[in-house]
């Protein structure tokens, strides 16, 4: 079976600051992947997915997250944060070697300190 | 173009009373998908619709959850009888292929369950 662990249920940054969400897989061939986010009283909103070809995918909002097969990660990424980064977001797996349906991860909350 | 639609918004019963809530999903959208999602938890799928008929309700639990989607588009799900365990956001999300191999699922804003 597939799934994601998401390391850090929360993660603390300054305005401006690096953010680096952690994610990690279990799947026995290259999978799909995905990463969300919720604001609060919202439903999930995608930011960026992996399917196949470039391991460096650019999402929405300024993110990005390399996959990495050798180290099965795909840890999201912006170089600077901005207090509307505020929210809970979740990394989720699909795809072949399991369910076609998204496994997600537990989330992890990003605040931001202006 | 319109995003999925849920209602209530909000809801608050006791233990014991059903409870249904309605999804719209993305005009055109084939598959649709109900959630649960338990405070500092990811969302947990219920229940897979294709078209009108059932995909996957392996983790539905059934002696008193279920759901219907007649016509291939709206949506309803009803618990019934609640337990306090059922406290959650309940997530309606659709997407446009058959399957979800990196398709994108587009989320509703959920459902706020409260049970007393």
């Known amino acids: 079976a597939q799934s994601v662990t998401q390391l850090g249920s929360h993660v603390s940054v300054s305005e401006g600051a690096l953010v680096l969400l952690r994610c990690n897989y279990s799947s026995s061939v290259p999978p799909y992947l995905f990463w969300y986010v919720q604001y609060p009283n919202q439903g999930l909103q995608l930011l960026l997915k992996y399917t196949t070809g470039a391991t460096l995918v650019k999402g929405i909002n300024g993110f990005e997250a390399e996959f990495k097969k050798s180290e099965t990660s795909f840890h999201l990424t912006k170089p600077s944060a901005h207090m509307s980064d505020a929210a809970e977001y979740f990394c989720a797996v699909s795809g072949p070697g399991g369910s076609y349906i998204p496994t997600f991860g537990r989330g992890t909350s990003l605040i931001v300190h202006p | 173009e319109a995003g999925v639609a849920q209602s209530p918004r909000y809801k608050i019963i006791e233990k014991r009373q059903s409870v249904a809530f309605w999804c719209n999903p993305i005009s055109g959208h084939a598959t649709l998908y109900w959630y649960q999602q338990i405070l500092g938890q990811g969302p947990k799928l219920l229940i897979q619709f294709q078209n009108n008929g059932v995909v996957d309700d392996s983790q539905l639990p059934k002696d008193r959850f279920s759901a219907e989607r007649l016509k291939g588009v709206d949506s309803t799900l009803k618990i019934q009888p609640a337990k306090l365990e059922d406290s959650a956001v309940y997530l309606c999300?659709?997407?446009?292929?058959?399957?979800?191999?990196?398709?994108?699922?587009?989320f509703g804003p959920g459902t706020r369950l409260t049970v007393t």
């Open positions: 999300a659709s997407s446009s292929r058959d399957r979800g191999y990196g398709y994108e699922q587009y």
